[in-house]
């Protein structure tokens, strides 16, 4: 069975730094492609960073420069580091799972987000 | 950046009755699109990819259809169980983006 937990997550000031991990059971992280999804209080889902099977990595302009996604093979983990954060990152953050052919290529439409962790809150705040 | 438009934002419907919602894409993207269910304090749930590909163990009462820039999800006959906000996702191109949701209540 496919799972995701997610920690890390607290009350952090503006400007300071978090650390967000997702253990993972039941895949590989390394093999998947694998996501990071923020969602804001009472507000719909933004996501945040992915990471393919490869080592490539993307993600969106409002967190270019201050977050970096990794995963750590041995301990089947993918990390969310997130430096200089701001009051707009308070969110709910969930990992989660693509899956599908050749996502990396963005050649095939069966590219979905099948699996979810629970969600680590992070929120940012004086 | 593909932006993703969902309409309604909200909706009220009765049990037993049909809903759809409708997401449209920026661009042309084919069938590139997915839809989520979410209830509160609850992670998001896939029923839909590729358009009109039912996850499995989704009740056959959601559809999804579209293709191009105008996507729709229909319920068939409202559960109680379907109340809930739903989300349509590209897998197009990065960034992934997803619509601002659809929360559907109960009338």
């Known amino acids: 069975e496919v799972q995701l937990v997610e920690s890390g997550g607290g009350l952090v000031q503006p400007g300071g730094s978090l650390r967000l991990s997702c253990a993972a059971s039941?895949?590989?992280?390394?093999?998947?492609?694998m996501s990071w999804v923020r969602q804001a209080p009472g507000k719909g889902l933004e996501w945040v960073s992915l990471?393919?099977?490869?080592?490539?990595?993307y993600y969106a302009d409002s967190v270019k420069g201050r977050f970096t996604i990794s995963r750590d093979n041995s301990k089947n983990t993918l990390y969310l580091q997130m430096n200089n954060l701001r009051p707009e990152d308070t969110a709910l953050y969930y990992c989660?799972?693509?899956?599908?052919?050749?996502?990396?290529?963005?050649?095939?439409?069966?590219?979905?987000?099948?699996?979810w962790g629970q969600g680590t809150l992070v929120t940012v705040s004086s | 950046d593909i932006q993703m438009t969902q309409s309604p934002s909200s909706l009220s419907a009765s049990v037993g009755g049909v809903v759809t919602i409708t997401c449209r894409a920026s661009?042309?993207?084919?069938?590139?699109l997915n839809w989520y269910q979410q209830k509160p304090g609850k992670a998001p749930k896939l029923l839909i990819y590729?358009?009109?590909t039912l996850q499995s163990g989704v009740p056959s009462r959601f559809s999804g259809s579209g293709s191009g820039t105008d996507f729709t999800l229909t319920i068939s006959s409202l559960q109680p169980e379907d109340f809930a906000t739903y989300y349509c996702?590209?897998?197009?191109?990065?960034?992934?983006?997803f619509g601002g949701g659809t929360k559907v209540e109960i009338k």
């Open positions: 039941g895949f590989t992280v390394s093999s998947d492609y």
């Open positions: 661009e042309s993207m084919r069938n590139y």
């Open positions: 590729a358009a009109s």
């Open positions: 990471i393919y099977s490869g080592g490539s990595t």
């Open positions: 989660a799972r693509e899956y599908g052919s050749s996502c990396d290529s963005r050649t095939s439409p069966l590219c979905h987000f099948d699996s």
């Open positions: 996702q590209q897998s197009y191109r990065t960034p992934l983006t």
